[in-house]
């Protein structure tokens, strides 16, 4: 079965400094890895995924996230970070049969 | 529509009775998920609607919970005689296939069901 963890609860970060929110997944076959974004009452937003190709993929406002085949990981990051980006972050990873599994979550706080 | 609506986006409802949720779909999209979301928690995933394959219904939590969809759009999640612990965000979501957004799903903005 497959399964996605995010090993931290809360990332808490300053205003400006470098973020990144950790993945790890397991799956067979090929990994199909999505992050998500929940801001407060709000539905969740898609931010960016890997298919195939470049290890390093771009997303919205400004994330980006590595694919690490060996480490099986699938770290968000941002180089700058802002204040409007905190909210509730999820990863998940899509089998070949189509179905969506999605870790607990992590909360990104960012402090001005 | 242009996105995933979801009805009611509140429901509240006394213990013992049966609710019913409701899900339309991005026009077009053949996959629909339901999840659920408890409180400051991740998302547990509930039912999966691919085409007309028979749904993935493995993460249903009893037997009081099904969900149908009609016609390859439109889905209803069904609880019955609901439990306080039932209580949740219920978010459904479709998958577009092709094109640039394959494989991203589209949430709505969820239901809300308190049981008292």
């Known amino acids: 079965a497959q399964s996605v963890a995010q090993p931290e609860d809360q990332v808490n970060v300053a205003e400006g400094n470098p973020l990144t929110v950790k993945c790890t997944y397991s799956v067979s076959g090929n990994p199909y890895l999505f992050w998500y974004v929940q801001y407060p009452n709000r539905g969740l937003q898609f931010l960016l995924k890997y298919i195939t190709g470049d290890n390093l993929v771009k997303g919205s406002y400004g994330f980006e996230a590595e694919f690490n085949k060996s480490q099986t990981s699938f770290h968000l990051k941002k180089p700058s970070a802002l204040v409007s980006d905190s909210a509730l972050y999820f990863c998940?990873?899509?089998?070949?049969?189509?179905?969506?599994?999605f870790g607990d979550g992590t909360t990104l706080t960012v402090k001005p | 529509g242009a996105g995933v609506s979801q009805s009611p986006s509140n429901k509240v409802t006394e213990k013992g009775k049966d609710v019913e949720l409701r899900c339309d779909p991005i026009s077009g999209h053949t996959a629909l998920y339901w999840y659920r979301q408890s409180l400051g928690q991740g998302l547990e995933f509930l039912i999966y609607f691919q085409g007309n394959s028979a749904p993935d219904k493995s993460g249903l939590p009893s037997d009081r919970f099904s969900a149908e969809r009609t016609g390859g759009s439109v889905s209803t999640l069904t609880i019955q005689r609901t439990q306080q612990e039932d209580s949740a965000v219920y978010l459904c979501?479709?998958?577009?296939?092709?094109?640039?957004?394959?494989?991203?799903?589209?949430f709505g903005e969820g239901s809300r069901l308190t049981v008292l």
């Open positions: 998940a990873v899509r089998d070949w049969a189509g179905k969506s599994t």
């Open positions: 979501a479709s998958i577009s296939t092709g094109g640039a957004s394959a494989g991203e799903l589209f």
